[in-house]
């Protein structure tokens, strides 16, 4: 019925009103407003009376519609956006936004891969420190002072005068050293890491690359443990079908001294541009400790021996990628890195 009081009756539940979600606010609004709604019913009303009436109530009807979309609106602004309510932005549903992970670079790809198959095989990762003195680097890995096997490797001195000079690693061989000085044997290491050499920048020579050293110590290794590990780990890396072979060589730090070739992986041994027509590629060098190496360090050279390799990433990564310009290792050019990996 419409009266006066029915109109202040609905306004004053109008401002009763507590709604927690927004679809409480929505079944207000029906209540209020919707086509059965208490408001609409007293419109219905006021169509089919006399004009006096309407006169009457007409300006009260208005406003109390009014009043009643705008304290739907308010019920609505306190609630604020909910998920999945018209609120896109907040929608779990949808998909993230992506954000460019980067990529991961060539030879941390080489270094991982090689690290994992030395993992299974059970070696840790030891790691030195780049700046590193002449004695870790050199006198302790059999090379004398003034020894012309200094040459192999052009060395950036940090200071000079010294009896023991600080210098950037020329070789991971360093952190052999430094492993035998603090370990027990037996020792099963590789140690990852940058090294340093005064080389004009080419496309096959750089100032800056990266090595991984390898070192086993015990009781009883031999030449043809060596030979294994070098086997099982060149058929992990290059392929089951991979062959080595080992040609004389000499480091100061291990004798007999070898370097070791893999079969090419291109040309299956037929001979390409890659292998220059030979079948092999050189990987790594390799012999057995030399047993003045070992001492130095402490280590009884008439009851231990071992084997030791070493390794250029830049090289493995090169075979494994066919990029035959180092430089590009270290370019950091995008177009470059993000050919190797998109997962980090
Ligand atoms: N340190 C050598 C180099 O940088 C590589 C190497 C050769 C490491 C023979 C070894 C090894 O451990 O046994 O040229």
Redo the contacts with the bound molecule.
Sequence with gaps: MMTKENIDKVLAELGELKCKTLKEVEEARVRFLGKKGEVTALFEEFRGMDKEFKKQFGRALNDLKQAAQARIESLKADIGPEAGEGDTASDLSMPGDSFDLGSRHPVSIVRQEIVDIFRKFGYDVAEGPEIEDDYHVFEA?NFPPNHPARD??DTFFISSGHPNPLLLR????SV?VRTMETQHVPIRVVCPGR?FRNEAISARAHCIFH?I???YIDEGVTFADLKQAILLFAREMFGPQTQIRMRP?Y?P??EP???VDVSCNICHGKGCNVCKGTGWLEI????M?DPNVLEASGIDSTKYSG??????LERIAMLKWRVNDLRHYFENDMRFLEEFDTVV
């Design positions: 890995l192999m490797q020329t070789h991971t061989s052999q090294v090595q050293e390898g070192l060589s480091f730090f291990t001294s070898a370097e790594l060098g390799c012999g400790v084997f030791a390799f070493g390794m250029g």
